[in-house]
């Protein structure tokens, strides 16, 4: 089958340097025919890609250590779950799982676009065709999951850090968020390419953005979640190169989302909105490159290999062709209008924008200067979490407080007094709330203080929007306020499933904060009876305990728990050791143990660090106070962007009558 | 069995790019180019679908109290006459047969506010 599998990818291989290329002589030429026939290779291109799929999952399923790949990531005992994750555990398999994704996202384009884009296709085609080009060239020639070798009796078994259930959905929420930024990079394209610099490819794309935008996010949490109860060190985000290397993008692509609206409604920052949107696909092309090219040490850097020159390649490819476009359109890119006043919600989108991308660069800096230092200056330095908190702070803060001010402020002009109207009571429960905040001793931190005080602002800016938007629904239609309200987001989903997303990272924010500038931390080595006592928990070492599960065994310190002379239970952190067929050593995983109080909001978080053979223990507890509000936010986050997501068939009819014009590519 | 079946898959392949191209071409395979008034009427369909959309959103931020009335009176009317300029225009011209003409449109503040 391994054939199977090796010529699917070479046919895939042909069949988008032919959609590269017919769809680009199609939209030269404006046949119908060739521009059919492209379309028809990028749904060929999927089908292929699903036939070498099922290849590299039945090796996979069916034990074939025969595949070299296989071999390397699963084993015998590996449960079916983690097989499953075994498919992008390598660099190989993580290559097809983006082109799988490529291809699926490209059909469904050509699919729901068969009678409308008539000008933008034919490019779009040829465009999705050069990146699946790219990727496939990877898979063939690079880094192929089908190599062959004499099969060995079991596997290497799937790296412990990845046997764990958020891995299963973190790197397929990843990677079709880094994915799915290719499709409004490639109408960007197709725009400049056909002189269609209208709002055109904007209105195509705003849905593809939000769902790269969301799946980003999406990824994001579920590997913060992953790194929190997995890795054992007890936060969640560390600023590794890789974790950076998602939020690049998101970061990008949330500005993108705002300064589309700016576009849409005034006709302005045309040429920044291409430039953003070829940012945030690059940089999801580099964020793939961080994770595969092992040019950075980092936690999530499973392998290293050579696909780093092939991956600069085309990232200079992407830079320098909108670059070039831009050039060759800017006299269609000017901006129609001007901005009235800066005291208007296009000029926060503006302000925000800026902040996002210059936090973005600051993150890129600090990601790439370990490696230009190294080899331009020959000195080994590493950038490390201060760095990057102070710019998340610098600009983390003045981000939040525009979220509450965006959403609260008019549309062209705002005056003063309304200002005052509008922000006087958000601003004066904010200013209390800081005040209480020192009052009640956690001045400790003033960057938290400042960031506490923001989210009230936002939250009572944005609970007024609501509260005003259904007043003002309730007094033109008489329904009830539930209704009102309901139907207020059910007409306005974009706005209003947006403000939702706002206060989602209002409680991100929360959590974060609760944790990073509110959080304790104590290690002590115990031994059987000994007691370590952090805040006003007492934690009793009881003993040692030792189990076996389906591929591993066990070591766990169990300790029992009391607050205050009231015992909460028992609490076991522990050490994981997973065999690996001809090692004699076994892999090691920490097993963190979390205690989650619900009413505090808080966790209490123990990571076993050693066992000594005199039968004491090493431990570390950290007490995160808020943490799980960062949880809730990850589901208001995903409640927000899918009210935003949704689609409107009355936008729709309006879309579709503005464009009745435009000629058909037709169905050839 | 894998060559076979690569064999077969090719073939399909194959066959379903090659497909558009093995009928004989017709004069209509090829697309027209949007021409100048066309693209015109769509730019003004856009202006229209702009200011519009400005005037939903300035009623209602005057609605939820974001704009006193004597700012919306001063920045809707430069608004309205976009929309009655881009009416005209389209108007002016009959559009080919299919397309939707401009009182297919919301034209007046009442349809704003319905949307």
């Known amino acids: 089958m391994a054939t199977l599998g090796r010529g699917a990818l070479v046919l895939a291989l042909g069949i988008a340097i032919y959609a590269l290329v017919i769809g680009a002589a199609g939209a030269i030429r404006r046949d119908r025919r060739l521009i059919a026939s492209a379309r028809n290779a990028t749904y060929a291109l999927l089908a292929v890609v699903l036939v070498a799929d099922a290849v590299f999952l039945g090796a996979i399923l069916r034990h074939d250590f025969s595949f070299t790949v296989v071999s390397e990531t699963s084993s015998r005992t590996l449960p079916f779950g983690y097989l499953i994750t075994s498919f992008w555990a390598s660099q190989a398999g993580s290559l097809l799982l983006w082109v799988t994704v490529l291809a699926a996202s490209a059909a469904l384009v050509q699919r729901t676009n068969r009678r409308s884009n008539g000008e933008l296709m034919p490019w779009v085609t040829a465009i999705l065709g050069g990146i699946s080009t790219f990727f496939c060239t990877l898979l063939v020639v690079a880094a192929s999951p089908f190599e062959t070798q004499v099969a060995p009796p079991d596997g290497a078994g799937l790296n412990t850090s990845l046997q764990n259930p958020y891995m299963v959905a973190h790197p397929p929420s990843l990677y079709l968020g880094y994915v799915s930024l290719a499709i409004p990079f490639a109408f960007c394209m197709a725009a400049l390419l056909a002189g269609r610099t209208d709002a055109r490819w904007i209105v195509s794309t705003r849905r593809w953005t939000l769902v790269s935008w969301t799946f980003l996010g999406i990824g994001m949490l579920l590997g913060a979640h992953w790194a929190y109860v997995e890795v054992g060190w007890g936060g969640f985000w560390a600023w590794d190169p890789v974790e950076n290397a998602a939020l690049m993008p998101w970061l990008v692509a949330t500005a993108f989302l705002h300064s589309v609206m700016v576009q ?70 000017r901006t129609e209008h001007r901005m009235e006043s800066l005291i208007s919600r296009e000029a926060t989108f503006l302000f925000n924008n800026l902040l996002f991308v210059g936090l973005a660069f600051a993150v890129l800096w600090g990601v790439m200067y370990p490696v230009i230092s190294k080899n331009l200056l020959g000195d080994e330095v590493t950038v490390t979490t201060p760095f990057f908190e102070f710019f998340a702070v610098a600009f983390g803060l003045p981000l939040l407080a525009l979220m509450g001010i965006g959403p609260a402020i008019a549309w062209r002009r705002a005056s003063l007094r ?251 | 069995v894998g060559v076979v079946l690569l064999v077969a898959l090719a073939f399909a392949v194959v066959v379903a790019v090659a497909m558009p191209l093995l009928r004989e071409p017709t004069a209509g395979d090829r697309i027209a180019p949007i021409d100048d008034a066309a693209r015109a009427r769509l730019q003004l369909r856009e202006d229209r679908d702009e200011a519009l959309a400005a005037l939903g959103d300035l009623e209602f931020d005057r609605r939820t109290g974001k704009i006193g009335d004597q700012d919306h009176a001063e920045l809707a009317t430069p608004l309205r006459a976009r929309v009655a300029a881009a009416l005209a225009a389209l108007e002016s011209e009959p559009a080919p047969p299919g397309e939707p003409t401009a009182v297919d449109q919301p034209t007046s503040d009442a349809a704003i506010t319905r949307e």
């Open chain 1, 264 to 333: 849409e409604k005034k006709g302005m920052l045309k040429v920044w909105n291409v430039v953003l949107v070829s940012v945030a696909f690059a940089l999801s092309i580099f964020g793939t490159f961080l994770t595969r090219s092992g040019l950075l040490s980092s936690i999530h850097a499973f392998v290293s290999s050579n696909v780093g020159f092939w991956f600069v390649g085309f990232i200079a490819v992407i830079l320098i062709g909108p670059t070039i476009l831009i050039i060759w359109r800017l006299p269609l890119l």
């Open chain 1, 418 to 668: 309304s200002l005052r109207a509008t922000f006087g009571i958000p601003f004066a429960v904010a200013t209390a709330c800081g005040v209480l905040l020192v009052l009640l001793g956690y001045g400790t931190s003033p960057a938290g203080v400042v960031a506490y005080s923001l989210c009230v602002f936002v939250t009572i800016a944005i609970g007024i929007e609501f509260a005003r938007g259904a007043s003002a629904r309730r007094a033109l239609s008489g329904v009830s306020w539930p209704r009102a309200l309901g139907e207020l987001i059910a007409r306005n989903r974009r706005r209003y499933g947006g403000y939702i997303a706002h206060l989602s990272i209002v409680l991100l924010v929360i959590g974060i904060v609760g944790t990073m500038a509110y959080g304790t931390q104590h290690e002590q080595t115990l031994r059987p009876g000994d007691v370590l006592a952090i805040r006003d928990y007492r934690l009793t070492f009881t003993a040692v305990r030792q189990e076996s599960g389906a591929n591993f065994n066990e070591r766990a310190a169990v300790f029992t728990v009391t607050r205050g002379g009231e015992k909460l239970g028992t609490i076991a952190p522990a050490n994981r050791f997973y065999p690996i067929a001809g090692s004699p050593d076994p892999q090691r995983s920490n097993e963190a143990a979390i205690r989650t109080d619900w009413a505090r909001g808080e966790d209490l978080f123990l990571i076993l660090d050693s066992v000594r053979k005199d039968g004491s223990v090493t431990v570390k507890v950290l007490i995160n106070p808020l943490v799980n509000v960062l949880w809730l936010g990850a589901l208001v986050f995903v409640l927000g962007a899918t009210i935003a997501a949704w689609p409107d068939r009355r936008e729709a009819r309006r879309i579709a009558r503005r464009y009745a014009e435009e000629p058909l590519a037709g169905e050839a």
